[in-house]
């Protein structure tokens, strides 16, 4: 521990961050080592950050974990939505260290007979007026 604390002194707790990765495989294990030292364990947390699916340029990508580093990028592979083709490719989007999607790369664009609708996410008919 960073410090000395009697029961008077309940209320200061000493936390501990750490940052591991990128896993090579389907998992990990966690564990705690006691070389003797006069301690409690209070809790542990194990959590990791994400990139939710979201659409972009007409393309859908999809939940991606974010790096270990908070200066990671992970880039995930993007597909067109329905009723849109590939304007430019590859399609791609980097997902950061924080969780936030950025820099997307190539589009795609609703197919002929088909317009944006509800805020550039779908591609829908056209209404023909005669």
Do not use: H
Request: aromatic content about 10%; glycine content about 8%; some cysteine.
């Amino acid at each position: 521990p960073d410090e000395s604390f009697s029961l008077l002194e309940s209320g200061i707790v000493n936390t501990k961050v750490r940052s591991f990765g990128p896993l090579s495989k389907a998992g990990f294990y966690l564990a705690f080592q006691d070389l003797g030292a006069c301690m409690s364990l209070i809790s542990a947390r194990v959590f990791f950050k994400k990139c939710s699916t979201t659409i972009a340029n007409f393309a859908v990508f999809p939940e991606t974990a974010t790096g270990a580093e908070a200066t990671s990028l992970v880039i995930a592979a993007g597909a067109c939505v329905p009723n849109a083709i590939e304007e430019s490719v590859p399609l791609k989007l980097y997902c950061n260290g924080d969780g936030e999607w950025m820099v997307p790369v190539g589009a795609c664009t609703c197919m002929p007979g088909f317009e944006p609708a509800k805020k550039d996410t779908q591609c829908q008919g056209k209404c023909l007026a005669f």
